[in-house]
């Protein structure tokens, strides 16, 4: 039986933040010492260390994250969208696109190209901007028909916070849900528990096993970890439509100008830097190196190329945050993490602690981690 739910309360429209952002561990002699190899959203506790994500999902993530794009506009406001057929059309939310005909999209390679609004709807939160330079690309697998179930595995890709490619995971933990955000009506949509944060907006729901897209992540409750997802099935007659037939003129929102907002990446510089410093060792445990070297700042990546990036972790098997502290100072934050290595020496495992420190700042309009200080602690500094 369904049952509705209806929610005044003030939800938080989450517009996409982007960008490559960067962080590195500071040290030559701690790089050499870390490495890990599982957990896609936290990092892995002593239980469940030798837990792997399966090949199959971190197949499916790898695939799914190259047809995830970045989608800016002129005031600065950024979304996301995802590749949804042949055509090089790109599926997003309305709210990300609305008030605007031309938009920039970059791709998770960091490639420009220029995407015209074709459809976008004054009802429903979802819109299609095409890309020509995206045409006869594989776009991702759509579930036409057919929705999903409770507790049904789900992956939320995105960029929140400016963080590009971020994966995270959860269950559908709701259906039929009804959302009022004007203008918007949500009918019948998915909640989900994957946490989604301002930058996510227009991002694809995947099904964790098919890799299939099944809903377009659109809101957010508050301050609260409740995400809601509209179901790709109800819209794709609409979307279809708009590709067959661009709208010819589109629909203005003049209630959403002054609501939009003007910067790229929302949070504070401090709540940001927070948020990044978690999510490289989050890409570190999970054994994505390539994400990790992704958020690098230019003169690292000048510096040290990807093998000799990776080649310092070979003999770690997990890194956790144990505390970690963000301080602005001037144009930049300093983060200072305390950190809990499990590595392999001579065929044993051992624990270690380190303290590594570095600045966290703008580059080319994203946040990166930049070269800092780090070092091993030993016993007695560990109990101070």
């Avoid at 507790?151 to 259906?175: C, H, K, Y």
């Avoid at 209630?255 to 401090?270: A, I, R, Y």
Wanted: glycine residues 8%.
């Amino acid at each position: 039986m369904k049952r509705a739910w209806i929610i005044s309360l003030s939800l938080s429209i989450l517009i996409l933040a982007c960008g490559g952002v960067s962080v590195y561990f500071i040290s030559d002699s701690i790089s050499e010492e870390l490495r890990a190899t599982a957990a896609l959203t936290e990092p892995l506790s002593a239980e469940d260390s030798e837990e792997k994500v399966s090949k199959k999902t971190k197949d499916i993530i790898y695939e799914s994250q190259k047809l995830v794009v970045q989608i800016e506009l002129e005031d600065g406001s950024i979304g996301s969208g995802f590749l949804y057929n042949d055509q090089g059309d790109v599926i997003t939310n309305a709210h990300v696109v609305a008030n605007s005909n031309e938009v920039k999209v970059v791709t998770a390679d960091s490639k420009e190209m220029q995407g015209s609004v074709i459809g976008v709807s004054r009802d429903t939160d979802v819109a299609v901007v095409r890309v020509p330079g995206l045409k006869g690309k594989e776009p991702l697998p759509i579930r036409p028909e057919g929705g999903a179930e409770l507790l049904d595995e789900v992956l939320a890709l995105g960029s929140p916070l400016g963080m590009q490619n971020t994966v995270t995971r959860g269950e559908i933990s709701g259906l039929n849900r009804n959302l009022n955000i004007d203008p918007f009506e949500y009918k019948d949509v998915y909640q989900i528990s994957a946490p989604i944060s301002p930058g996510n907006s227009g991002g694809p729901l995947i099904d964790s096993h098919t890799g299939e897209v099944i809903g377009i992540n659109s809101a957010k409750l508050g301050k609260e970890s409740i995400g809601f997802s509209i179901p790709i099935a109800s819209v794709l007659p609409m979307v279809n439509n708009w590709s067959a037939e661009p709208m010819k003129s589109l629909p203005d929102f003049p209630e959403l100008t002054d609501n939009q907002p003007q910067s790229p990446v929302t949070g504070t510089p401090t709540e940001q830097a927070t948020y990044l410093v978690h999510y490289f060792y989050d890409s570190i445990n999970q054994g994505d190196f390539v994400t990790a070297y992704s958020l690098l700042g230019s003169t690292q990546q000048e510096e040290m190329s990807f093998e000799e990036f990776r080649s310092g972790y070979y003999n770690t098997l997990s890194v956790t945050v144990d505390n970690l502290v963000a301080d602005p100072i001037d144009e930049y934050v300093e983060v200072t993490v305390f950190l809990t290595a499990e590595e392999t020496k001579d065929g044993e495992v051992q624990v270690k602690k380190y303290k590594v420190t570095y600045p966290v700042k703008f580059e080319n309009k994203s946040m990166k981690i930049f070269k800092g200080s780090g070092k091993e602690l030993t016993s007695e500094e560990e109990e101070e």
